[in-house]
């Protein structure tokens, strides 16, 4: 019976085209915003032989096993919360994660599987998860965001100033302009919000109010370098590496360059000195 409720109801077939209908009209939604005209002159990524050459990652892992990364022991071992790209799961940063671990670090996930675009249910639960995360020591973190995961970093890092004690961006599109990458319309299509009009409130180019730092790749084939590595005021450094976009997660020099990063007290003594100075006033 069609008033019946329960387990055992038949579907309502009203309730079934009004999905269907719904359904189609998101997708037809994710069709314009993938392919809307774009007047933006900035707009575009690497080459398409740069573009093509991130499908290294698919031998990467037969690589590894005849690989060795030195790390040393850090000076002073940190906490550590990594926050995967955009379309990604935690688990394709775990071999950067082990990697960091070796070094004495303690590193961990971001907790929300994976990064599909922020929402405001999402970034509140990001919120939350720093939050908690944090209170279990009474420690700062250093996040290390990939690709679209530090550009979640550095808004983290904004609103929570005072559990953060360094973002690292890896070829994150902070800068420039927001089209200025080889996929932006794919992420239109699925997070179904355009680049530049973001679901939560966000200035994507302001510097965090803690120590900043973007590594940035000429070699990378989705992000634009100058998206990357932003201006002088949008970070405090920047450091060019020569790996794909991809390979943020797995290059040597990656790896290398985000344990200077977190091992600051050994490499920027003068810059682990001001932010120790910072935290006690």
Same mark, same amino acid.
């Given at each position: ?11 309502? #077939? ?25 007047? =933006? ?10 573009? %093509? ?36 799961? @935690? ?5 950067? #994660? ?36 944090? +209170?279990?020591?009474?420690?700062? +973190?250093? %996040?290390?965001?990939?690709? %679209?995961?530090? +550009?979640? /970093? ?18 994150? @599109?902070?800068? $420039?302009?927001?089209? #200025? ?5 794919? $992420? ?7 680049? =530049? ?11 965090? @109010?803690?120590?900043?730092? #973007? ?34 997660? $797995? ?10 990063? %977190?091992? /600051? ?17």
């Amino acid at each position: 019976m069609n008033g019946q409720t329960g387990p055992g109801a038949m579907p309502d #077939a009203d309730s079934g085209a009004t999905s269907v209908a719904a359904l189609s009209h998101m997708a037809r939604e994710r069709l314009r915003l993938a392919s809307e005209p774009c007047e =933006d002159e900035r707009a575009g990524g690497p080459t398409l032989i740069r573009f %093509l050459g991130e499908a290294g990652w698919m031998i990467e892992p037969f690589r590894r096993p005849f690989r060795t990364i030195d790390i040393e022991p850090a000076i002073v071992p940190k906490r550590v919360m990594l926050l995967p790209g955009f379309a990604t799961h @935690p688990v394709r940063m775990r071999y950067l #994660a082990r990697q960091l671990e070796r070094g004495g670090h303690r590193v961990k996930r971001w907790g929300l599987g994976f990064n599909w675009g922020p929402t405001q249910e999402n970034f509140d639960k990001l919120n939350q998860r720093l939050e908690d995360v944090y +209170l279990r020591k009474g420690e700062k +973190l250093i %996040l290390v965001g990939w690709s %679209l995961g530090g +550009l979640f /970093a550095r808004e983290l890092a904004k609103h929570h100033p005072d559990k953060v004690a360094k973002v690292v961006t890896m070829g994150s @599109p902070f800068s $420039y302009s927001p089209r #200025a990458n080889n996929i932006w319309r794919i $992420y239109q299509a699925i997070a179904g919000h355009r680049v =530049d009009d973001l679901p939560i409130e966000a200035e994507v180019a302001e510097k965090p @109010p803690v120590r900043t730092v #973007a590594l940035w790749s000429p070699r990378d084939g989705i992000v634009h370098s100058r998206a990357a590595c932003g201006q002088a005021g949008e970070r405090d450094r920047a450091v060019a590496l020569r790996c794909t976009h991809m390979g943020f997660n $797995y290059h040597p020099q990656a790896i290398m360059a985000v344990a200077r990063e %977190l091992d /600051a007290e050994r490499y920027f003594p003068d810059e682990a000195s001001e932010d120790s100075e910072a935290t006690t006033h």
